[in-house]
């Protein structure tokens, strides 16, 4: 078959194989009485009425055919791309609507917040008396109770609260409960912690991981269980105030352990807690300048426990070990996140949101570095935690 287009002429060649009933195809572009640009047409295979009409007429046939396939073909894809596009940005817009609804009729409901003389949980009682909410905020102190008082409205309530004394504990959850009365407890915020000592695990004894298991952990717990059927009775939420350390131990001491607990007592209370229609959140904060991750008072603790160390661990580790680790830890104090806002936004949401989210990452080094950290390999956890570490001396000195 030949056509015409300019000064060439298109030659369509079928060499058919008369045992197989199949043909090839060779197209060339035929210009001055020579042939140039031949290409192959891929074997097809050829109907019987193929023999009587000829090799052209089915060539030409058949090629439109698979040509208007292939384009009905790409038609498909590309519809089908369309609507899996638009598919995906109406789940988007679903999904950020239902993170914005709010419950109502805030003004009636308590809300029960310890840690509350600095830090996370001052701010967020200041923040959750603006919006309207009954709020009963535990202080350590009382400078903290008192200075959080005048900074609110008189709807806002103090109460002294050691959470490692039980007893401590037990009345100010009944004093909570006469409060409250048959309303019951809206919303619980464990939020009070301490950092304790950041020291390599065997500069430590037992007693240095005491300290921050008691509060973090115990405290957390004691509360928890006291003011539970409060909680369930209005069918409320709790949140676990955590942190990165629950994710990735990045120092050695009592923090990481007790906030890695933490993890795990939220995960089975969230679980128990979902029949009764109470909703359990975790808030995991990255690096934040508060009183308790200061660290200048973390490098005095770890200083002063340098000081009642072996000679033999101090061999080991060496003078130089000490003061490069204590510049790396003060210079932290340039990474941290300054706006705590970014924690109390996670707790309002927890709080007030018709759709919580069962975790909360706060702080950009949470969301960009800590937490996906985590969800790696140990050993490229290990290998990017320890390029921050300070080279020991004498590591076989032992």
Known sequence: MRTK??????????????????????????????????????????????????PVSWTGRHLLLLFKKEVSLSYTRKKMLFWLLALLILCGFLWNYKRQLKITNITDKYIFITG????????????????????????????????????????????????????????????????????????????????????????????????????????????????????KKARGRIVNVSSIGGRLAFGGGGYSPSKYAVEGFNDSLRRDMKAFGVHVACIEPGLFKTNLSDPEKAAEKKLAIWKHLSPDIKQQYGESYIKKSLEKLKGTASFVNVDLSQVVECMDHALTSIFPKTRYAAGKDAKTFWIPLSHMPAVLQDFLLLKQKVELANPKAV
Not at 20 to 49: E, K
Not at 128 to 147: M, Y
Request: with cysteine; glycine share 8%.
């Open 116 to 231: 509350c003389d600095t830090g996370f949980g001052n701010l967020a009682a200041r923040t959750f008396d603006k919006k309207g909410f009954h709020v009963i905020a535990a202080c350590l102190t009382e400078s903290g109770s008192t200075a959080l008082k005048a900074e609110t409205s008189e709807r806002l309530h103090t109460v002294l609260l050691d959470v490692t004394d039980p007893e401590n504990v037990k009345r100010a959850a009944q004093w909570v409960k006469n409060q409250v009365g048959e309303k019951g407890l809206w919303g619980l915020i464990n939020n009070a912690g301490i950092l304790g000592v950041l020291a390599p695990n065997d500069w430590l004894t037992v007693e240095d991981y005491r300290e921050p298991v008691e509060v973090n952990l115990f405290g957390l717990i004691s509360v928890t269980l006291n003011m539970l059927p409060l909680v």
């Open 5 to 54: 287009s300019g000064g060439a002429s298109q030659v369509v060649l079928v060499i058919k194989n008369p045992s197989a009933n199949a043909g090839d195809a060779i197209s060339c572009s035929h210009q001055q009485s020579s042939l140039r640009n031949c290409s192959l047409i891929p074997t097809v295979q050829l109907p019987a009425t193929a023999r009587t009409e000829g």
